[in-house]
């Protein structure tokens, strides 16, 4: 999913900036964040990088969790955010994360949960893993973002991490920042020759005062700058390709929890559900329509039948022997039993008593065959797994109980609604 005309904050180096419509303003706190948004940090205090851990994977951010806490780098209990994680060898994995105090990790998503919008909250590092999937071939590449006097690095593939970390220099002045390119591309040497790896392509993702590498002489690789785009902040333009990064990033990737994503898939998805919605409607007024022609249509030929019947009976044969009626009889007796099955009016009236409030009927298929009514029903449930699973067999029971024979049925759901299928049969008596 693509992030278009979004109101995007920006949490980075201590500012709090907010990108909308080609304007950016800053911002003192983010408890002012209380809109539909997406919501980017790189959380202060906090640290990203690659580790193995003596561990299977299932535990892999438990023990960098507990390695940090011995190590003494932080001075309280952190979070992991883990960004990806690969089994290496047995117990043995290398875990690719970023770690955050856990007060501050918890005053944020305490935030992001209590805001009756949904926001969409992304670690800085995501936004740079993500970049990297959505570019990486086989071969690995480099994603670089310099911001004031840090400059934030990954190298890998689509499937692998090889180094994440973040470099800083004194000051912003030229001579630091120079510095600082030499310690990336020091970064990059390393990563290379440690891991026996070349790699092909660096990408640079600019931010309103980044400063591009100057280097020098054959690097072995191709360093590109991804797209920027023109912005204005406190009446100066600047040019940055972060935000188009930060529109392409997947739903998936936030942190926010699932009801925030779901909530967010449901409002960008209001104006084509209510467009299937009409279709639907409209399918099955005008299926109603046609059936109950057809059905006023076999009921007249019966009728007409049925009077030619009554006129054959009061005809008294004097001669005995065959009766050629046999054909005719069979016909009307097979009207006289379709007559028992119930219309297409009956039959929807039927669908509407079983199923309850939330479910939708999305497809619709009514046959009437030799032996009765064939029916197949495909229906969506806009409600909690539990709640949409009770109103399923709840319709079955229904169904059942007028007389309808459940073929075959199945129920599924997903992140976003649940789903299930009937095929039913109504027979002749």
């Known amino acids: 999913?693509?992030?278009?005309?979004?109101?995007?904050?920006?949490?980075?180096?201590?500012?709090?900036?907010?990108?909308?419509?080609?304007?950016?303003?800053?911002?003192?706190?983010?408890?002012?964040?209380?809109?539909?948004?997406?919501?980017?940090?790189?959380?202060?205090?906090s640290i990203s990088r690659i580790i193995q851990v003596e561990t299977p994977p299932k535990y892999a951010d438990v023990m960098a969790r507990r390695n940090l806490e011995e190590a003494g780098e932080f001075d309280q209990p952190?979070?992991?955010?883990?960004?990806?994680?690969?089994?290496?060898?047995?117990?043995?994995?290398?875990?690719?994360?970023?770690?955050?105090p856990i007060q501050s990790y918890n005053h944020y998503m305490t935030h992001v949960e209590e805001?009756?919008?949904?926001?969409?909250l992304f670690p800085l590092y995501t936004v740079l893993h993500q970049t990297l999937k959505k570019n990486a071939r086989k071969s690995p590449i480099a994603v670089i973002f310099q911001h004031?006097?840090?400059?934030?690095?990954?190298?890998?593939?689509?499937?692998?991490?090889?180094?994440?970390?973040?470099?800083?220099?004194?000051?912003?002045?030229?001579?630091?920042?120079?510095?600082?390119?030499?310690?990336?591309?020091?970064?990059?040497?390393?990563?290379?020759?440690?891991?026996?790896?070349?790699?092909?392509?660096?990408?640079?993702?600019?931010?309103?005062?980044?400063?591009?590498?100057?280097?020098?002489g054959d690097l072995g690789f191709n360093l590109d700058s991804l797209a920027e785009e023109t912005l204005e902040l406190e009446g100066r333009s600047y040019r940055t390709s972060f935000f188009k990064v930060v529109r392409k990033l997947d739903v998936a990737a936030s942190i926010s929890g699932p009801s925030e994503k779901l909530a967010y898939y449901s409002r960008k998805a209001i104006l084509p559900l209510n467009l299937i919605l009409l279709l639907a409607v409209c399918l099955v007024f005008f299926g109603y329509m046609y059936f109950t022609r057809q059905a006023n249509a076999l009921n007249m030929s019966y009728q007409n039948l049925v009077s030619e019947l009554v006129s054959v009976k009061q005809l008294q044969p004097k001669i005995g022997g065959h009766v050629p009626y046999e054909e005719t009889l069979a016909f009307v007796k097979r009207l006289e039993r379709a007559s028992r099955v119930p219309s297409y009016k009956e039959f929807v009236n039927d669908l509407?008593?079983?199923?309850?409030?939330?479910?939708?009927?999305?497809?619709?298929?009514?046959?009437?065959?030799?032996?009765?009514?064939?029916?197949?029903?495909?229906?969506?449930?806009?409600?909690?797994?539990?709640?949409?699973?009770?109103?399923?067999?709840?319709?079955?029971?229904?169904?059942?109980?007028?007389?309808?024979?459940?073929?075959?049925?199945?129920?599924?759901t997903n992140i976003q609604a649940s789903h299930f299928l009937l095929k039913l049969t109504k027979r002749n008596p």
């Open 1 to 45: 999913m693509t992030f278009s005309s979004e109101k995007i904050y920006l949490e980075l180096d201590g500012h709090l900036f907010l990108y909308e419509a080609g304007h950016l303003s800053e911002l003192g706190d983010p408890s002012e964040i209380i809109e539909e948004s997406i919501f980017v940090t790189d959380f202060p205090d």
């Open 78 to 100: 952190v979070t992991v955010i883990t960004h990806w994680k690969k089994k290496k060898r047995k117990n043995t994995t290398d875990i690719f994360f970023t770690a955050v």
């Open 115 to 120: 805001t009756s919008a949904p926001i969409l």
């Open 148 to 216: 004031g006097r840090s400059a934030d690095l990954i190298i890998g593939t689509k499937k692998k991490i090889y180094f994440a970390n973040r470099s800083m220099a004194f000051d912003e002045t030229p001579e630091q920042i120079y510095a600082l390119w030499d310690m990336v591309l020091s970064d990059i040497r390393s990563t290379e020759a440690e891991n026996r790896i070349k790699i092909t392509k660096a990408l640079f993702i600019s931010w309103i005062d980044s400063t591009p590498p100057e280097w020098k």
């Open 352 to 412: 509407s008593d079983a199923f309850g409030e939330g479910m939708v009927v999305e497809l619709l298929k009514v046959d009437y065959g030799q032996g009765g009514l064939l029916a197949e029903v495909h229906a969506t449930v806009k409600a909690p797994f539990g709640q949409a699973h009770r109103g399923y067999q709840r319709s079955l029971w229904i169904l059942r109980k007028k007389g309808y024979c459940i073929e075959d049925s199945s129920f599924s």
